[in-house]
């Protein structure tokens, strides 16, 4: 997913492939992984939230308001809220959220870690290839990372080499183990000047 500035880029992927999946399949099973590099957990959560009573009640609370970010939340919008908790509390195991700083290294070892707790990775043909067992073959593994330009470069890789590793992961992920992932990223800023 790929745009400029504020052209709505993370809300389109919250909405589309996170909410609604949520929404319209409980009974799924489906693992959100959601590395933010853009917003705290507890922003992704309120904007769900957001979402939620919207759909539900046709009320629209905008997530700094839920989060109470220029002033007191009112009783009239608690109410919401509170009713609202009950389907958040429902879906809350299904998605996994890093929100610290990530590098190509940190993406890498996080998936790895998550994916040996659902399935396993095995050496066939006298160790020359490995292979991933879903412990679950039904289980959907989506993955979004928001956004690659504020990937952290490690080892000495510059920003481009950085997320052009955490790209070779994300492939490497989707080949073996067969996830998906919505990899967001900003549009530079001069990428429209016609000598470029």
């Known amino acids: 997913i790929f745009g400029q500035s504020g052209s709505g880029k993370s809300s389109y992927v919250i909405?589309?492939?996170?909410?609604?999946?949520?929404?319209d399949y409980p009974d799924r099973d489906i693992i959100h992984v959601y590395f933010s590099l853009e917003m705290s957990s507890k922003v992704l959560l309120a904007k769900l939230l957001n979402l939620y009573i919207y759909d539900t009640y046709g009320?629209?609370?905008s997530y700094m308001t839920i989060m109470s970010v220029r002033e007191k939340l009112s009783d009239k919008y608690y109410k919401y809220i509170q009713e609202s908790r009950v389907w958040l509390n429902s879906i809350i195991h299904k998605l996994i959220i890093f929100?610290?700083?990530?590098?190509?290294?940190t993406f890498?070892?996080?998936?790895?870690?998550?994916?040996?707790?659902w399935g396993t990775f095995q050496d066939i043909d006298e160790g020359r290839r490995n292979i991933y067992i879903p412990s679950n073959p039904d289980k959907i593994i989506n993955v979004i990372i928001d956004h690659a330009g504020l990937?952290?470069?490690?080892d000495g890789r510059t920003k481009k080499q950085e997320i052009d590793q955490t790209s070779q992961y994300c492939v490497y992920f989707r080949e073996k183990c067969g996830i998906s992932i919505d990899f967001i990223m900003?549009?530079?800023?001069?990428t429209s000047d016609v000598n470029r």
Do not use: A, F
């Open 59 to 61: 009320i629209e609370i």
């Open 99 to 105: 929100d610290k700083q990530l590098s190509s290294n």
């Open 186 to 190: 900003q549009e530079n800023r001069n």
């Open 108 to 117: 890498y070892g996080n998936m790895k870690e998550l994916l040996k707790q």
């Open 15 to 23: 909405y589309s492939d996170l909410y609604r999946i949520l929404r």
């Open 151 to 154: 990937l952290t470069p490690v």
